[in-house]
C-alpha cells in the first residue's frame, strides 16, 4: 500500500520505517528541513536501537522517502497519517494546533479518496474538527476521504520492537470500508486488532496510559513504606507480579514518570473529564504522587550529604527521561538537576546517548566523557537504567567518589552488595 507519515518524530519515523519494512511504499514528510535533509542521508534525529538500519535499509530497497513537501507524500497516498505532536498546554489540555495546522493544509490536497488516520494522542473530539476543517475546503467524508483514530502505544527506548510487536493494534472509525483497509495494512503484525469507534480508541490511549502511571504511583507509595518498614519493594514487587491479575509490567519503583506522555496525556485526561463536568479525583492523586516521588531523591541526597549543598558536587548517571533513548523531553534526571543548582550543588553528568541533547537544555552542567569521571563527586546519582551502569567496575568508582555515596534512583544495585563494598547505598523501598 502506499502510505503517507505527517510528522517524523519518534512515533511518525519508526511508524514508518517499520511499514516500509512490511512491504509498504511510505512517503514521510516534515516540515523541519534539517531533520529531512539528514534522514534522506540515512541520519537518524534520535536514538532508537535498530531504527538507523531499518530506515537505511528501506531507503536503498526504494520503499522509504523523505520530503518537507505535503503535496509530494499525499498525492501517492491511499492512507494519509498524522503523527505530529501533541503538548500541553498551560491547562493540561492537548494542544491540537499542529494537527490543525496538517488539517488546512491537507484540506487543499485531498484530489482522491484518502483516509485520514490520527496517530497522534488526541482526545475526543479532535477527529470532528479535523472533519469540519477538510468539509470547510468542500471536501466530502465518506466522498473524498473518511477519518481514523489509529493510537500508538510504542515505548520509547523499544520503539522498533513494539513496531513489530504491537501488544495490539486499536483501529476507531465509522466506515466499515475504513476499517478493511486500515486491517490489511496492519495485519502482518499478527497482533490482535480490536475494532471500535473513534471516541473509544481515543479513550483506550488516554486510560492506557493513566493506568500505567497508577501503577507507578502506586509502586512509588509501597516503595515508601517499605523504607518505613524495613521491606524491599523489589521483592515486594516481584511477588504480586506472580500474580496472574496483576502481572509484572510497570511496577519498578523509582524517581517517578517523566518523559513526552505519561503526565501529558495524564493531566490531558483529568482536562477531558473535568471539560464534560467529571473531577477525576483519582487521576489528580497519581500525578501528586509523582511530583511528591521526584523529591524524595533530593531528600535522600541531603540525608548523605547534610543540608547545605552550595560546596558539594553532584555526579548524576543518567540524563534521558529513560534508559534505551536519547530523549530528554520532561526528563526527571534534568528536573532533579535543576532542583539540585537550585540548592547551590554543582553538577557532573554522563548519559550514554541522550548527552547531546541535554547539553540544549541544561548548558550549565560539566558533562563528562564516561561514569568514572562523573564519580569524581561527592556522591553519584543514579537517575536511568542504562546496561551499561549495572557493568561499571565499582571498586573504581568507589575509588574516584570523595565519599563513598551511591543514591540509586532507579534500583539497579543489590543494596546488600553495595554496603558490602563499603558504599552508603540509598535505593528506593529497599527497606
Ligand atoms: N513519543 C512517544 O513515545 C509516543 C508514544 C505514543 C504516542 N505518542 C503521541 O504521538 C504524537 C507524536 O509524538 P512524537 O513524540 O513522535 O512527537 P515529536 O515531537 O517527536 O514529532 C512530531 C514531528 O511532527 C513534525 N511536524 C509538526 N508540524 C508538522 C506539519 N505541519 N507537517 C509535518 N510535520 C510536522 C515536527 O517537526 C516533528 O518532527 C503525540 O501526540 C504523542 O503524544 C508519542
Not at 289 to 303: D, F, G, P, V, W
Not at 325 to 346: F, M, P, W
Not at 392 to 416: A, S, T
Amino acid at each position: 500500500m502506499r502510505v503517507c507519515i505527517i510528522g517524523t518524530g519518534y512515533v511518525g519515523l519508526v511508524t514508518g520505517a517499520g511499514l516500509a519494512e512490511l512491504g509498504n511504499k511510505v512517503f514521510c514528510v516534515d516540515v523541519d528541513d534539517e531533520k529531512i535533509a539528514n534522514l534522506k542521508k540515512g541520519k537518524t534525529p534520535f536514538y532508537e536501537e535498530g531504527l538507523k538500519d531499518l530506515i537505511e535499509k528501506n531507503l536503498k530497497e526504494g520503499r522509504l522517502f523523505f520530503t518537507t513537501s505535503l503535496a509530494e507524500g499525499v498525492h501517492p497516498s491511499k492512507i494519509v497519517f498524522i503523527a505530529v505532536g501533541t503538548p500541553p498546554k498551560e491547562t493540561g489540555e492537548a494542544d491540537l494546533s499542529f494537527v490543525i495546522k496538517v488539517a488546512e493544509d491537507l484540506s487543499c490536497l485531498i484530489d482522491k479518496y484518502k483516509i485520514i488516520a490520527i496517530k497522534s494522542t488526541v482526545p475526543v473530539g479532535a477527529l470532528e474538527l479535523v472533519t469540519q476543517i477538510l468539509e470547510r475546503e468542500g471536501k466530502k467524508k465518506g466522498v473524498d476521504f473518511d477519518i481514523a483514530s489509529t493510537p500508538e502505544f510504542l515505548r520509547e527506548g523499544n520503539a522498533v520492537y513494539d513496531f513489530f510487536h504491537p501488544s495490539r493494534t486499536v483501529l476507531g472509525y465509522d466506515n466499515p470500508k475504513v476499517g478493511k483497509i486500515l486491517h490489511e495494512l496492519f495485519a502482518p503484525l499478527r497482533a490482535p486488532i480490536l475494532h471500535t469507534s473513534p471516541a473509544t480508541a481515543q479513550m483506550i490511549k488516554y486510560a492506557s496510559n493513566a493506568f500505567l502511571a497508577s501503577r507507578i504511583s502506586f509502586i512509588n507509595e509501597i516503595a515508601n513504606i517499605c523504607e518505613k518498614v524495613g521491606a524491599d519493594v523489589v521483592e515486594v514487587a516481584r511477588g504480586m507480579g506472580y500474580d496472574r491479575r496483576i502481572g509484572e509490567g510497570y511496577l519498578n519503583a523509582g524517581i517517578g514518570f517523566g518523559g513526552p506522555c505519561l503526565v501529558k496525556d495524564l493531566k490531558a485526561l483529568i482536562k477531558i473529564a473535568e471539560n464534560s463536568g467529571y473531577e477525576a479525583h483519582f487521576l489528580k492523586s497519581i500525578l501528586e504522587k509523582n511530583e511528591h516521588q521526584t523529591r524524595t531523591i533530593l531528600y535522600k541526597i541531603k540525608q548523605v550529604l547534610g543540608e547545605v549543598l552550595y560546596d558539594k558536587t553532584v555526579g548524576i548517571l543518567g540524563l534521558s527521561f529513560k534508559a534505551g533513548t536519547s530523549d530528554v523531553r520532561n526528563s526527571l534526571s534534568l528536573k532533579i538537576i535543576k532542583l539540585l543548582q537550585k540548592e547551590g550543588a554543582k553538577i557532573k553528568a554522563y548519559d550514554p546517548k541522550a548527552m547531546e541533547e541535554a547539553r540544549k537544555v541544561a548548558p550549565d552542567v560539566t558533562y563528562t566523557e564516561d561514569p568514572y569521571e562523573t564519580a569524581q563527586s561527592d556522591a553519584l546519582v543514579i537517575l536511568a537504567a542504562w546496561g551499561e551502569f549495572k557493568e561499571l567496575d565499582l571498586e573504581k568508582i568507589k575509588g574516584n567518589l570523595k565519599n563513598p555515596v551511591i543514591i540509586d534512583g532507579v534500583n539497579i544495585f543489590d543494596p546488600e552488595k553495595m554496603r558490602k563494598l563499603g558504599f552508603v547505598y540509598k535505593g528506593v523501598g529497599r527497606g
